[in-house]
Every structure is written in structure tokens, then in C-alpha cells.
């Protein structure tokens, strides 16, 4: 011990005062911040009497020595502001799957995306001119005519563009050929619900004079009264041996107040984790090699650790992604609690499935780990992973979060299709292709958060650059978006 702490000690000692054991501890670690003659002085006039507890330091130089070192000043120094949690979980897949098997499942699938999707197209105000595919009337070459189905099939051709629709009463082709329905007819996902108005020329061809998916409509979002926020981030595999530790945990220091912003940080309530929370085992050839952690549950029992330090008061919601073990079709339940059972056992913490919808301060927000986002990209030219959104756009106008069926993102044969877009989001929130993205669209906030991984080599042979360690911090009162990156820091 420093000779001038143990000469404070033996001092007060020798005035008639006895130390507790805190606060001999307490006297023992702070730093020469104030002299004995003012500690003397200063426990007289706080008329304290014979025993020295820590909490009689603390009231007589709150200011000099509330950088002690003590965890527990410093929490009281990053104290939130009192801000009552306002938050519902509106819809989890978890406890609602029901798969069916064979034919039956995947009739029971689509009529279910058909009755969804057909249900919001009526809300447009033109829907009562919607005829049934086996109603149309051929022989009509002078009028236009509108139906809406699901894309069975697309044939791009270098001077028109063919689809097949099926509205469950029949099945139709019909043709683009002018420059403006050939553009948005290439733009269309397979088996998502389009409306098109059509004609019918004299060789019995049905042409496009225009093609439209369901959309959501141009909306004011929903706000918060107070100034609150929300932190969106996704991708942390944790095991892979390109984790971030150091960003990330510069990232938990951050929340607890310890890396600036302190103006924002004492008001973040919610953190919202998109997915592939560990990098996992076996999720791709050779993965082993790229693995800093081969035990599974090693790996989230690393993730919990930086769970565990996150402050109390700031709600926590944790959805699985494709390298999560849970199952690989959509939707995904909850991660099992065999592997996160501490998480399970955390008040502040919530294990939700893929896809969920949150309600944050009266704020809609549809949360989904973005699997689908390799398809579209896939299927739909002039798409690029550097900017996610633009996939995103085309999710909510389908008002689908994985239309194309039987690509690289399985989805569930289910008595009902759990992936409509049945509700409009003031924020919709993915992750997956690990590039930061924030955009707007008729009044939704998009935001693809990130990663905390860095460049794997398959990333690298297929081109892709990642953005890891960049935050979305979100202010639900204004639904201003601020980027902290956690590299650079």
C-alpha cells in the first residue's frame, strides 16, 4: 500500500475513528485526490460518530472521489434518467409452426400467400375491377382488364418479357412488350401476387399495359414521445475466427457508458440482434478452418458474456439467423434455450423467432434476419450487396419477406404463410449480407446493420467487401439514424 494512504489511515485511526471494512478498502484503492487534515474536517462536520462506513466517504467528497474506481459509483455516475419501457411483442413465429408435409403443405402455403396478399390489394381503391383469371373475357379486344396472381413462371426475352400468373381459379401467360411494362415485368420476383391490367389482341395474346405488385402505401411512420433509443445490429458470429472481439467490446463499453455519447447512451432502452448471433459448425465446407471456436456451445457461451455486461435497463431482442441451430427453413423458431438458457433466465433479454414484429415506444418494427435478400439479388438484375435497401424496396412493395420459393432461402411448407408483410413497418430491419445500408421508403426505415465479422475468404472469392463494427443508432422520437463505428474508435 502507498505510504501516504497508510499515514491517512493511521490517522484517522488515531483521532477515535474505526473503519469498516469497505471503507478501509475504499481508502486503500483511491487515488491522493484529498488531504487528512480535510478528510478529518469534513467527517466532523458530517457528525459522524466513531465507525467509518464507505457510504460516509462517498457523502463527504462526493466529488473527489467519484472516480475511485468503485463499480458501484460508477454506476451511479451513468444512471440513466428514468424512461419507462414501452414495448409489445405483436407477432413471434416461435410457438405458430405448424409444417404440413408433401402436396398438401405447399397447396395449404400459397393459397395462404394468395388469400394474404389478395386481402391487401382490395384495400386499393380500383380493386373492385379485379376479375378472376377464369372470368376474363377474350373475345374483349377493345377494354382493359385487371387480375391479380402469384408469378408461376418468367421468360425474359431479349424484345418482350412472358409470365404465367395463377389465381387459383386458372392460370394465364401474358406478354410485356412495350419498353415501360417489359421494365417493371423484369423487376417482379417470382411467386409474389402482381395486379395487372391487360388486353386481349385479336391472336388471343394477353398484353401487359401494366404491371404492379402490392406495395405499401405512402404513410406518416409512428414516433415516439420521448427522446429514446433504439440500437440495431446483427451478425456477430461470434466463434468465427474474424470476429471483431475488440470492436465489440468497445461496443459494450459504449453502452455502459464508457466511450463517449453518454447524451445518447443514457437514453438507448432496446437492442435489437438480426440473427447469426454464433458463426456456428458446418454451416459450409471447411468451415473448421475458419473457426476460432469449434463447441457451439463454447460459442454462445462467449456471446452471453457480452450479454451479461450490457446495463440492465436496456431491453434486449435476439432473433436466430441461417448459421444459428435452429431449423434452416422460414420461419425460424427461437434459438433453444439448451444453448441460451442463461439468456432465457435474463429479465432484459426476449429469444424471439425470424421473422418478428416489435412494438418500441408505439413504434412498428418488423425484424427479420434477411436470407431472401440472396435471392432477390439473384433473380433481379441491377442489384448490387453494397446497397441492401434497394432489395429491401423490393420485399415491401412484393409485401413479402421471401417471395422466390425454392432458392437458396427454404421456406416451410406451413398451413399459413408467416411471411406476408400483413402489417405496415415504421422500421423493417435485416442483417445477412453484412453491409450497412439506411434508406427511407413511403415512410419506412430501412436499415441493414451490419456485421461484426470481418472479410471471410469466401466473402473474398465472391467479391464481397463487408462494412463491420458500424452501429445504427436510432432515435424513436425523430427516426434520425446515427452511424457509430466501433473500428475507428
Not at 18 to 34: C, G, T
Request: include cysteine; charged fraction near 25%; aromatic fraction near 8%.
Amino acid at each position: 500500500m502507498h505510504q501516504k494512504k497508510v499515514k491517512l489511515i493511521i490517522e484517522a485511526l488515531a483521532n477515535g475513528y474505526q473503519l469498516d471494512p469497505e471503507a478501509f478498502n475504499f481508502l486503500s484503492k483511491y487515488d491522493e485526490k484529498i488531504s487528512i487534515k480535510e478528510l478529518l474536517i469534513k467527517l466532523n462536520q458530517n457528525n459522524i460518530q466513531n465507525i467509518i462506513t464507505k457510504q460516509d466517504l462517498i457523502r463527504a467528497f462526493p466529488s473527489n472521489l467519484k472516480d475511485v474506481g468503485s463499480t458501484q459509483l460508477q454506476a451511479q455516475k451513468i444512471l440513466p434518467k428514468p424512461i419507462k419501457f414501452e414495448y409489445k411483442i405483436i407477432k413471434d413465429p416461435t410457438n405458430n409452426i405448424f409444417p404440413i408435409t408433401g402436396i398438401r403443405g405447399f397447396k395449404n402455403l400459397f393459397r395462404s400467400r394468395f388469400e394474404k396478399l389478395l386481402k391487401i390489394v382490395k384495400e386499393r381503391p380500383d380493386s373492385y375491377q379485379i376479375k378472376q383469371i377464369s372470368n376474363l373475357k377474350k373475345d374483349d379486344y377493345k377494354n382493359f382488364q385487371k387480375i391479380a396472381g402469384l408469378v408461376m413462371d418468367k421468360k425474359i426475352k431479349r424484345s418482350y418479357v412472358v409470365l404465367t400468373l395463377d389465381d387459383m381459379s386458372g392460370k394465364i401467360k401474358i406478354i410485356a412488350l412495350d419498353r415501360n411494362s417489359k421494365k417493371n415485368a423484369i423487376k417482379i420476383c417470382l411467386d409474389q401476387l402482381v395486379i395487372v391490367d391487360l388486353k386481349f389482341s385479336k391472336k388471343g395474346l394477353a398484353i401487359i399495359r401494366d404491371i404492379y405488385s402490392p406495395d405499401i402505401p405512402e404513410h406518416l411512420p409512428n414516433r415516439s414521445e420521448n427522446e429514446v433509443y433504439a440500437i440495431f445490429t446483427s451478425d456477430t458470429h461470434v466463434g468465427s475466427n474474424t470476429f471483431l472481439f475488440d470492436a465489440f467490446n468497445k461496443f459494450i463499453l459504449w453502452l455502459n457508458g464508457k466511450n463517449g455519447d453518454n447524451s445518447i447512451v443514457n437514453k438507448v432502452r432496446y437492442l435489437i440482434i438480426a440473427g447469426d448471433i454464433v458463426d456456428g459448425i458446418g454451416i459450409y465446407p471447411n468451415q473448421d478452418k475458419e473457426l476460432s471456436e469449434v463447441n457451439i456451445y463454447e460459442q454462445y457461451k462467449k456471446f452471453i458474456e457480452f450479454i451479461k455486461q450490457i446495463p440492465k435497463h436496456i431491453k434486449i431482442f435476439i432473433i436466430p439467423g441461417n448459421h444459428d441451430p435452429v431449423r434452416q427453413a422460414l420461419p425460424q423458431p427461437a434459438i433453444p434455450d439448451k444453448y441460451v438458457i442463461d439468456l432465457y433466465n435474463m429479465e432484459n433479454v426476449s429469444m424471439l423467432g425470424n421473422p418478428t414484429y416489435l412494438s418500441l415506444q408505439g413504434i412498428n418494427i418488423l425484424v427479420c434476419h434477411g436470407r431472401s435478400l440472396d435471392d432477390i439479388h439473384a433473380k433481379i438484375p441491377g442489384l448490387t450487396f453494397s446497397n441492401p435497401t434497394s432489395a429491401m424496396k423490393i420485399l415491401l412493395k412484393a409485401r413479402h419477406l421471401a417471395p422466390i420459393y425454392g432458392e437458396r432461402t427454404p421456406i416451410a411448407q406451413e398451413q399459413e404463410d408467416h411471411l406476408v408483410i400483413e402489417q405496415v413497418p415504421d422500421i423493417f430491419h435485416l442483417g445477412h449480407v453484412h453491409t450497412v445500408d439506411i434508406d427511407n421508403y413511403r415512410g419506412t426505415l430501412l436499415i441493414n446493420s451490419g456485421t461484426w465479422q470481418g472479410q471471410t475468404s469466401y466473402q473474398l472469392n465472391m467479391g464481397l467487401t463487408p462494412t463491420p463494427g458500424i452501429v445504427p443508432i436510432v432515435n424513436l422520437k425523430t427516426l434520425e439514424v446515427k452511424l457509430k463505428n466501433f473500428i475507428d474508435l
